[in-house]
């Protein structure tokens, strides 16, 4: 049965199936274009649409069996983020994208997936 009230709370996030501790509050963006409007001395004349990149972010807590090489190292691969509310947001053709920086007093990961495509499945 689908809990049709719940929004929010546990996630799971998967670089091409490998389980990662994800950790706190996750973003996300589709890619879906952006439009902008276009404004006259006159009046609006319309609006143009540029494209947003797709994009996963978050924290991963660190473990002794993650190899970090191969984290940062990632790319052609397709990394899901599995939300509260039974929703999943698919990443494609993705690569790491992000700093590579380490804290070690909670052993946080900043994390930051870019790739060609963006979908949510229900």
Do not use: C
């Amino acid at each position: 049965m689908v809990d049709s009230v719940r929004r929010g709370g546990q996630i799971f996030v998967k670089a091409n199936g490998a389980l990662y501790d994800a950790k706190g509050s996750f973003t996300y963006n589709l890619g879906i274009a952006k439009r902008e409007a276009i404004v006259g001395a006159d009046k609006v004349h319309g609006f143009k649409e540029m494209p947003q990149v797709p994009y996963i972010e978050g924290e991963f807590t660190d473990r002794t069996s993650l190899d970090l090489k191969t984290l940062l190292s990632l790319r052609d691969a397709t990394v899901t983020l599995e939300l509260a509310n039974n929703k999943t947001i698919v990443l494609r053709d993705a690569w790491f994208a992000g700093d590579g920086n380490v804290q070690t007093e909670e052993g946080n990961i900043a994390v930051r997936f870019e790739g060609l495509s963006g979908e949510e499945i229900q």
